[in-house]
């Protein structure tokens, strides 16, 4: 289909509300290759996002977040599956007409043009008349703090400062949808940090802009998002707030990726309301038993489920402790303020993590009491090998964190 088709098949699905989601994925499908070369990048992909909201798609390295990205501003096709922006397919629109911001992690600047001209550049690609252009790229440009320098080319400047110049370039159109994919990867742990604190400045200084945001590290998704979509293998896996997703994981998925956690193998005894009495290993503990989720089962007795356990919830301290369990210190790894400790607690299958002040100090193969909140955790349904590869084996805690 040519772009004069598309435009006359956009004009005609377009549903002129104001209530349309800024964007809308409908069941989006995208392969790469054909024949016993295809890969399932994206399936069945759906997800809308309001008008001043941002969401960060989180998940693994491959799991289809930036092509869901280049879906939605066109440098894919999707194979099935629209997309709309405030209610207009543009799912064969080309990207220059979709009006969308684009940020890549690589900056993508032009080395032989000045900041001025990348930032003009994409104003020009939009038809900006001439006239207006001046005052856009610098506004822009101050926008992110950049205004000094106008006339440096992108070799004179840092990391950090060609990465303002490319978001700078992005807001230059004004866009509606701005589109982030990885923006701080390239940068340093520092840098990012302090990037972090100003993509949250730009957040609140463009309330209208609806954001998607691609991430495979959770604390920049924890940092921006209002809501965050988990994807796994082409799929989302679950969407909700931050807060939501970490106080009642839906999937062993989400809770091992989102923050790291103990998923500790039990059978549920007994369910009341929203608390439930468990048994792990040879010990009874209780849970919260937060509802299921649409479309899952609801908690019944002798279910096998996970418990949820954060290691910094857990307390260590003397094996005389009546209320401990007793656990033998397999690994102690200081971390500076905290020191994480894996123990193998007598009575349950998996070895468990717990974070502990960095000051205390626990010798290896020490016996130590381990104790566990009251509630110990939350329940998540046992779904076979819905667990991150690095944590198959047992609990869902990496000791690195989550990784691309
Ligand atoms: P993510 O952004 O989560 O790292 P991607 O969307 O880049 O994931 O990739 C999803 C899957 O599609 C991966 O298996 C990746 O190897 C594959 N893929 C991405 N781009 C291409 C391409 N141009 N050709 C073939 N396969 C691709």
Redesign the pocket.
């Known amino acids: 289909m040519n772009v004069g088709d598309a435009l006359t098949k956009s004009s005609t699905t377009t549903v002129s509300s104001a209530l349309e989601p800024a964007i809308v994925f409908d069941r989006v499908g995208v392969r790469?290759?054909t024949g016993r070369k295809t890969?399932v990048?994206l399936a069945d992909f759906t997800l809308r996002v309001a008008a001043g909201e941002t969401v960060a798609l989180l998940?693994p390295?491959?799991?289809?977040?930036?092509?869901a990205l280049k879906a939605l501003a066109g440098f894919v096709r999707p194979t099935s599956g629209a997309v709309r922006l405030a209610g207009r397919d543009v799912t064969d629109l080309s990207p220059a007409k979709r009006g969308i911001g684009v940020v890549v992690q690589s900056y993508a600047l032009f080395p032989h043009m000045t900041v001025h001209g990348n930032v003009a550049f994409g104003l020009k690609a939009h038809r900006v008349p001439r006239r207006e252009i001046d005052a856009r790229v610098t506004e822009a440009l101050e926008m992110v703090g950049m205004g000094a320098y106008a006339k440096r080319l992108p070799r004179e400047l840092s990391g950090g400062q060609q990465q303002r110049v490319a978001i700078a370039r992005a807001l230059a159109i004004r866009p509606k949808v701005l589109l982030l994919d990885e923006p701080l990867a390239a940068l340093d742990a520092q840098l990012r940090q302090s990037m972090l604190g100003e993509l949250q400045q730009l957040r609140k200084a463009l309330p209208d802009t609806a954001m998607l945001y691609?991430t495979h590290d959770q604390a920049e998704a924890l940092a921006l998002a209002d809501r965050i979509a988990v994807?796994r293998d082409?799929r989302l896996v679950d969407i909700d707030t931050a807060e939501n997703l970490w106080q009642r994981p839906p999937s062993d998925f989400t809770a091992a990726f989102l923050g790291g956690a103990n998923l500790v193998p039990c059978t549920v005894n007994h369910i009341s309301g929203d608390a439930a009495l468990v048994t792990a290993g040879t010990h009874t503990l209780r849970a919260k038993a937060p509802k299921p989720g649409v479309g899952k089962a609801a908690w019944a007795p002798d279910a096998a489920a996970l418990l949820c356990v954060r290691p910094h919830t857990l307390t260590v301290g003397a094996t005389t402790d009546r209320d401990a369990l007793r656990a033998t210190v397999r690994a102690s790894v200081w971390r500076g303020a905290t020191t994480r400790l894996r123990l193998a607690v007598d009575g349950l299958p998996d070895e468990i993590a717990a974070d502990v002040p960095g000051h205390l100090a626990a010798e290896l193969d020490s016996v130590v009491g381990v104790r566990f909140p009251d509630p110990a955790g939350v329940l998540i349904p046992a779904e076979l090998g819905a667990r991150p590869p690095a944590t198959a084996a047992g609990s869902g805690v990496d000791e690195t964190g989550p990784r691309a």
């Open positions: 790469y290759g890969t990048a998940g390295s491959g799991s289809g977040k930036s092509t691609v994807m082409a």
